[in-house]
């Protein structure tokens, strides 16, 4: 893993690199390197009955630019992945950053891994009183067997794989735990709740009534933090020393120091985001490969992790808990989402794991890039070359 990229590096053109010259160089080097056609990327229009499901009152396409970085090359758990990320984002300097960290992380080698799946749905049954919901809680434990085959038989995807619940007062709050296959899986777990409450709700009338829309749905939650959600993904890498001075200007000891830091305001000001700007890639990469976007607000929670080794070396690593991905459903299917998928080489079944390992990857070296530039105070310069707000100066 630490040998370099076999990709080449995007072309650049010194003098306008948004010309039409530059644009096309990069996508003829996709096109050729991964086997992504990318009609609708470079502009092709989107058939109309593609948004079918989608959206209502479709008037058209947002438009959104879109850019790539890399290559990283990451050991997931299917082998060794060299790709460009793509990004779709207005916020300037942002894929330029996570470009420097990645060749940060190709130095040394990044590894990712999903390490759980699973999607909770947290609905809420209410009794007339906190007796009456300990017993139903007992009926629902006693029931799972016959939940899971009720499940089973409206989904050929996903599964009921395990049923918590509490008390609280007169309510019982039940966790139902589902695998999803190669979706996020909303929609088959909602409907799957809905008839698991109705059962529980029939064999405990005439007492019980409940409530479904209550859940962490589209929320940064402790309970995803501590259990997962999702796709748990862990990403660590080795960052050399010299790649450090020589890419970012910092030393180790410069990071694990405004790390240990930034870990102390976080606990301060209570926030459940221990990582730094995994929000900015998160939302830049849904949008590109067509992901629920409202799933930033729980996928972002995290913690990074920035330490000196014993070889005097950095050591990375990001945990992402609940990252909420899928490369089938949803918008994943069609148009630009798809085709960047495919240059991932996560578009369709069998490849969500992965995509969510690529993911995890990116976003640490984000997170890392914008260190070391708070430590090498080349953050503010970064965006006033450019980002919008010197929007005249080419890069």
């Known amino acids: 893993m630490t040998s370099a990229p076999k990709l080449p590096r995007l072309p650049r053109d010194p003098?306008?690199?948004?010309?039409?010259?530059?644009?096309?160089a990069r996508l003829e080097l996709l096109r050729t390197t991964t086997g992504a056609r990318l009609a609708h990327v470079a502009g092709?229009?989107?058939?109309?009955?593609?948004?079918?499901?989608?959206?209502?009152?479709?008037?058209?396409?947002?438009?959104?630019?879109?850019?790539?970085?890399?290559?990283?090359?990451?050991?997931?758990?299917?082998?060794?992945?060299?790709?460009?990320?793509?990004?779709?984002?207005?916020?300037?300097?942002?894929?330029?950053?996570?470009?420097?960290?990645?060749?940060?992380?190709?130095?040394?080698?990044?590894?990712?891994?999903?390490?759980?799946?699973?999607?909770?749905?947290?609905?809420?049954?209410?009794?007339?009183d906190a007796r009456a919901a300990c017993a139903a809680g007992e009926t629902a434990r006693a029931a799972f067997a016959e939940?899971?085959?009720?499940?089973?038989?409206?989904?050929?995807?996903?599964?009921?794989?395990?049923?918590?619940?509490?008390?609280?007062g007169r309510r019982l709050l039940l966790s139902l735990v589902f695998t999803t296959g190669d979706a996020i899986g909303i929609n088959m777990a909602a409907r799957a709740t809905e008839l698991c409450c109705a059962e529980l709700a029939r064999r405990t009338v005439p007492e019980?009534?409940?409530?479904?829309?209550?859940?962490?749905?589209?929320?940064?939650?402790?309970?995803?933090?501590?259990?997962?959600?999702?796709?748990?993904?862990?990403v660590d890498a080795r960052v050399p020393r010299e790649t450090l001075?020589?890419?970012?200007?910092?030393?180790?000891?410069?990071?694990?120091?405004?790390s240990k830091t930034y870990a102390v305001g976080f606990a301060a000001l209570g926030t459940q985001n221990h990582a730094v700007q995994v929000?900015?890639?998160?939302?830049?990469?849904?949008?590109?490969?067509?992901?629920?976007?409202?799933?930033?607000?729980e996928s972002a929670t995290g913690q990074l992790d920035l330490e000196v080794d014993a070889a005097g070396d950095l050591y990375a690593a990001l945990t992402l808990p609940s990252l909420l991905v899928g490369t089938v459903g949803g918008g994943s299917g069609q148009g630009t989402a798809r085709e960047c998928l495919e240059l991932l080489g996560c578009a369709g079944a069998g490849h969500a794991n992965t995509f969510a390992?690529?993911?995890?990857?990116?976003?640490?070296?984000?997170?890392?890039?914008?260190?070391?530039?708070?430590?090498?105070?080349?953050?503010?310069?970064?965006?006033?070359?450019?980002?919008r707000n010197r929007p005249e100066v080419r890069a």
């Not at 001075?245 to 405004?258: G, W």
């Open 15 to 24: 003098d306008d690199d948004y010309a039409a010259r530059a644009v096309d």
């Open 44 to 128: 092709e229009r989107v058939p109309l009955a593609e948004a079918r499901g989608k959206i209502e009152g479709l008037i058209g396409f947002a438009q959104v630019p879109l850019g790539v970085a890399g290559p990283l090359r990451v050991d997931t758990s299917v082998g060794a992945r060299e790709v460009y990320v793509p990004f779709a984002t207005t916020e300037g300097a942002m894929v330029a950053a996570y470009a420097r960290g990645m060749r940060l992380l190709n130095a040394g080698g990044v590894r990712a891994r999903v390490v759980r799946e699973r999607l909770t749905q947290n609905p809420i049954l209410v009794y007339r």
């Open 147 to 168: 939940l899971r085959e009720l499940v089973a038989g409206t989904t050929r995807h996903g599964a009921l794989v395990a049923l918590e619940s509490d008390v609280i």
């Open 208 to 234: 019980a009534w409940y409530v479904h829309g209550q859940d962490v749905e589209k929320r940064a939650n402790a309970r995803a933090l501590v259990e997962g959600r999702g796709r748990s993904v862990v």
């Open 245 to 258: 001075a020589d890419l970012a200007r910092v030393t180790p000891e410069q990071l694990a120091a405004i």
């Open 279 to 297: 929000a900015n890639g998160l939302a830049a990469i849904y949008l590109a490969c067509g992901q629920d976007a409202a799933y930033v607000t």
């Open 357 to 387: 390992e690529l993911v995890g990857a990116a976003l640490l070296a984000g997170d890392l890039s914008l260190m070391a530039a708070f430590c090498s105070h080349e953050f503010v310069q970064a965006h006033e070359t450019l980002g």
